[in-house]
C-alpha cells in the first residue's frame, strides 16, 4: 500500500492545492463552452489536439487543422470520444475541461507527479457529467471518483468536478485516493490490446496536451513555424512508439509497470515527457506567432504557458534521469532508448530557457519585429512609424496592446517606405505635434483601415497623400479641411473651390461622399432598394460612393427622380446586382434618350425631360418605347457579354458595365461604328503595349493604381484599374474605351 503519509505527499498536496488554486483563478470564469452543431467539428479538433498533439502529415499550403490530418487510427479514437461526448449530449454539446493533479508511488520513498484532463460536460438529462481519456461516462462526481481508470494514486480533486472557491477565495479542493488503490492492482493488464493503447495513448498525452487543448484555437496548429512542428512531431513520434512498445510487452507478457521495471519506465516516461514537452512547445511557438502577428494572447493561454512550463521541467527532468541511469545499465542501447533521451534533453532545453513570463516572450518578440521594420526605413519613414506606434499605446493605454495593434497594421501594409513617409509627410504639411494636432485645430489619425482621417474630413492613404504629384496641391487641400474646421457651414463652397485639384488627384471629402448618400436616400428614395431579394445600395465602398456622385453630377439637372424611376425600372427588368451595374444601367438610359432626341425627325429636337417623362409613361405598355430599350439592353448585353468573357486582362468588371462603355463609345473616329470584336480587341491591344501606358494615379484608398493607355495613331484611349497586391484572382479592370481626337493630334 502507497505511503501518503510521507514528507514529500505532504509537499505535494501543497503544490497541488497551489496548481488547483491557479487553474481556479485562471480557468474558472465560465463554466462551459458551447458547441452548437455547425461548430461540432471543433469539438473534435480539441480532442484530438488532447490526445496527440499537432498532426504529422500536414501540408505546407494548408491554412487550417483539419481531422483528417491525423492518421486513420488517431481519427478512430477521436471519433470514439467524440461521438461517445455527442451520444450523452444535447444538440449543443456544453463542455469544460478540468485538471487532476495525481501523485504515484515509483518505489521507496520515490514519487512522481503528474496531471490529466477530464471533460464536464451537461448530459442529455440537463446534468453535469463526465467523460474521461477512455472515452468512459460518468453520470455524476461521485461517480467519476469512485470508479474512473486513474493508476494506483492520490487525487487532488475540484470539488464536485468544479472550480468553485470559498468566502476566503480559496478554491474547493478533495485529496482521494484512486480506486485501484482499493483493487489492489499492482501491473496495467493488457489482454485487450485496443483498450490498452487508448489507455497509455491517453493517458500519456493527456498529461501535457490536455493543457494545449485549452491552449490553442483550431487553427493554431497550421499557422505554427517549421521549427514548432519538429519539436512537436518529434513528441508526437515518441509517444506513439513508447505506446507501442508498451502493448508489444503486454501482449508477449512482459511487464508493462513503470514503477517495477526500468524498460516499461523508460517507455512510459517517454510517453509522458514527451506529450507535456509538445505542450511547452507547442503555447512558446504559438503565443510568438501572435505577437508577430500583431495579436495579444489572452489572459488565459499567458497564465497557462507559465504553469505548463514548469510541469515540464518536473516531468521532462524525471525523464532525463531515469533514461541516463537506465542507459548506463544496457548493453545494447536501441534507437528508442536514443528518440526518447534526445526527445527529454530537448525538451528540457526548451523550457529552461522559457523560464519566462508570456508577457515579456510577447513584448520581446514585438520588440524583435518593430525593430526588423525600422531598419529597414529611412529617416522620414522611421518618424512616421514613430507617430504611428505613439499614436496606438496612447490609445490603447498599453505598450503591449498598442505594439500588437502596430505589427497588426504593418503586416497589412504592402510598401512599409512608403505608407510611412507618407504618414509623416502628412504630419509635416499639416504641422502637428507628437499628439498628432495642429495650433489650427488640424488632427489627424491613422485609421484602423490604414488611412490617414483628418479632422474627420479627408481619409486618405498614406502613401497617396506622399504621390500627390504637386505640393501646392496638398496645400491646397490642407486650406481647405482648415477652413472647414474654422467654418464648417461653408464646406461645399470650400470643397468647390478646389475641384480642379480633387479631380486630378482622384480624392473625395467626407462631405462630398455624406451628400451623395444623401441625395441617393433623400432626394432619390434609393437607399433601400431591393433587386431579387439584395439591397444593392447597402454597405456601399467610398469608390462606390464616389463612383454614384459622379453620375449623378454628370447628369445635373437631367438626374431627377423621374429619370431615376425609369433606371430602376430597367435595372429591376435585366437584373442588376450591384450598385456599379446600376450606375451602369442608368449612364445607359441617359445615352438612350439622347439618342432618341437625336432619330427625331424634323423640327426641334425634343427636350431630355420630355423624352424622360415619354419613357415613364410607356412602363407596362407592350411594344413601348420602355419596354423598346430594355430589349435592346439585353440584346446587346448577350452579344457584349461575350466578348467580355472572353477578353483577358483587362475585362469589365461586369457585363453591364461593358455593355454602356460599347454603346457609348462605339463610334470611333474615322474607324466609324465598331463591331464589338473590333472594340475589344482594341482594348487588348493598347492596354498591351507598355510603351502606350501614358499616365497612372493611385487611388485613395492606395489599394488600386488607376492606369491611361492612349495610342496616338488611332486616337485611342483607354483607363484601366489595377490592384496593388492581387487576390483571389482578382486582375486588372477596364474602366472604358473611347475615342479622342486630342490624343490623336498628339502624332
Not at 477521436?78 to 508511488?105: D, G, Y
Not at 531515469?322 to 545494447?332: C, G, H, R
Request: proline letters at 3%.
Amino acid at each position: 500500500m502507497p505511503d501518503w503519509t510521507s514528507s514529500q505527499v505532504k509537499d505535494w498536496k501543497e503544490k497541488a492545492k497551489s496548481t488547483q488554486q491557479y487553474y481556479g483563478e485562471k480557468l474558472g470564469d465560465r463554466e462551459y463552452d458551447n458547441f452548437p452543431p455547425e461548430d461540432y467539428k471543433y469539438v473534435k479538433l480539441k480532442i484530438a489536439f488532447a490526445m496527440f498533439g499537432g498532426p504529422s502529415n500536414m501540408n505546407e499550403d494548408d491554412e487550417e487543422v483539419k481531422l483528417d490530418s491525423y492518421n486513420d487510427d488517431q481519427q478512430k479514437i477521436v471519433n470514439t470520444l467524440f461521438e461517445s461526448l455527442k451520444s450523452n449530449s444535447n444538440s449543443e454539446i456544453k463542455v469544460a475541461f478540468i485538471f487532476i493533479p495525481f501523485i504515484q508511488q515509483t518505489g521507496k520513498d520515490k514519487y512522481e507527479e503528474l496531471q490529466v484532463p477530464v471533460m464536464r460536460f451537461i448530459s442529455t438529462k440537463d446534468k453535469p457529467a463526465f467523460l474521461d481519456q477512455f472515452a468512459r461516462v460518468y453520470s455524476s462526481w461521485n461517480d467519476f471518483t469512485e470508479w474512473n481508470e486513474l493508476p494506483e494514486c492520490l487525487c487532488c480533486y475540484p470539488r464536485d468536478g468544479m472550480y468553485s472557491i470559498d468566502d476566503s477565495d480559496k478554491l474547493l479542493v478533495d485529496f482521494k485516493e484512486s480506486p485501484r488503490c482499493f483493487l489492489g492492482e499492482k501491473i496495467v493488464k493488457v489482454a485487450d490490446v485496443t483498450s490498452t493503447v487508448t489507455t497509455f495513448t491517453s493517458l500519456g498525452l493527456l498529461v501535457g496536451g490536455g493543457i494545449s487543448s485549452l491552449l490553442f484555437p483550431p487553427a493554431a496548429p497550421a499557422l505554427l513555424s517549421a521549427a514548432a512542428y519538429t519539436g512537436a512531431a518529434s513528441g508526437v513520434y515518441s509517444v506513439g512508439r513508447n505506446t507501442t512498445k508498451l502493448v508489444d510487452r503486454g501482449v508477449h507478457d512482459q511487464s508493462v509497470n513503470p514503477f517495477t521495471d526500468a524498460q516499461a519506465r523508460s517507455c512510459w516516461l517517454g510517453a509522458v515527457g514527451g506529450a507535456l514537452g509538445v505542450g511547452t512547445l507547442g503555447a512558446s511557438q504559438y503565443i510568438t506567432y501572435l505577437a508577430r502577428e500583431g495579436e495579444v494572447a489572452s489572459k488565459v493561454l499567458r497564465a497557462t504557458f507559465n504553469t505548463l512550463n514548469v510541469s515540464s521541467l518536473t516531468v521532462n527532468g524525471i525523464g532525463i534521469v531515469s533514461n541516463i541511469y537506465d542507459l548506463s545499465q544496457k548493453d545494447k542501447v536501441t534507437v528508442l532508448d536514443v528518440a526518447n533521451l534526445s526527445l527529454s534533453i530537448l525538451f528540457f532545453a526548451n523550457s529552461a530557457v522559457s523560464m519566462k513570463t508570456a508577457r515579456t516572450l510577447i513584448k520581446e518578440t514585438q520588440t524583435n519585429v518593430l525593430n526588423s521594420h525600422k531598419n529597414n526605413l529611412d529617416t522620414e519613414a522611421e518618424a512616421g512609424l514613430r507617430a504611428f506606434m505613439r499614436q496606438n499605446k496612447k490609445e490603447l493605454r498599453s505598450t503591449m496592446y498598442g505594439n500588437a495593434k502596430t505589427i497588426k497594421g504593418i503586416n497589412k501594409i504592402h510598401d512599409s517606405q512608403q505608407f510611412f513617409q507618407g504618414l509623416q509627410q502628412a504630419r509635416t504639411d499639416m504641422n502637428v505635434n507628437r499628439h498628432n494636432k495642429a495650433p489650427d485645430g488640424l488632427r489627424i489619425r491613422v485609421n484602423d483601415d490604414l488611412l490617414i482621417s483628418v479632422n474627420n474630413e479627408l481619409k486618405i492613404h498614406p502613401t497617396k497623400w506622399k504621390n500627390i504629384s504637386q505640393p501646392q496641391s496638398r496645400s491646397d487641400i490642407v486650406n481647405c479641411v482648415r477652413k472647414i474646421n474654422a467654418n464648417p457651414d461653408n464646406a461645399m463652397e470650400y470643397i468647390k473651390d478646389i475641384k480642379k485639384v480633387c479631380g486630378q488627384e482622384r480624392i473625395s471629402f467626407e462631405r462630398t461622399r455624406q451628400n451623395t448618400l444623401k441625395a441617393l436616400t433623400e432626394d432619390l428614395k434609393l437607399k433601400d432598394l431591393s433587386i431579387n431579394g439584395k439591397h444593392i445600395f447597402k454597405d456601399l465602398r467610398p469608390y462606390e460612393i464616389d463612383r454614384i456622385g459622379n453620375v449623378l453630377e454628370a447628369k445635373g439637372k437631367h438626374g431627377s427622380k423621374e429619370f431615376f424611376d425609369i433606371v430602376t425600372h430597367m435595372a429591376k427588368e435585366v437584373g442588376c446586382k450591384s450598385a456599379g451595374e446600376y450606375m451602369g444601367v442608368a449612364e445607359y438610359c441617359f445615352e438612350h434618350i439622347n439618342e432618341i432626341r437625336h432619330r427625331s425627325a424634323g423640327g426641334a429636337r425634343p427636350k431630355i425631360p420630355d423624352v424622360t417623362t415619354e419613357l415613364k409613361n410607356s412602363i407596362g405598355v407592350e411594344g413601348g418605347r420602355m419596354q423598346e430599350m430594355i430589349n435592346q439592353f439585353q440584346q446587346l448585353r448577350a452579344t457584349v457579354g461575350k466578348a467580355n468573357s472572353a477578353a483577358t486582362d483587362p475585362r469589365f468588371a461586369t457585363d453591364a458595365h461593358a455593355t454602356y462603355h460599347y454603346y457609348k463609345h462605339k463610334m470611333f473616329g474615322p474607324k466609324g461604328e465598331l463591331e464589338v470584336d473590333a472594340y475589344f480587341d482594341i482594348l487588348k491591344e493598347i492596354t498591351g503595349k507598355s510603351e502606350l501606358r501614358s499616365n497612372t494615379i493611385l487611388n485613395q484608398e492606395g489599394d488600386k493604381v488607376i492606369a491611361t493607355f492612349t495610342d496616338p495613331a488611332i486616337g485611342a484611349k483607354a483607363v484601366v484599374i489595377e490592384p496593388i497586391v492581387k487576390s483571389n484572382g482578382q486582375g486588372a479592370v477596364a474602366a472604358t474605351l473611347f475615342y479622342d481626337k486630342r490624343v490623336l493630334n498628339q502624332q
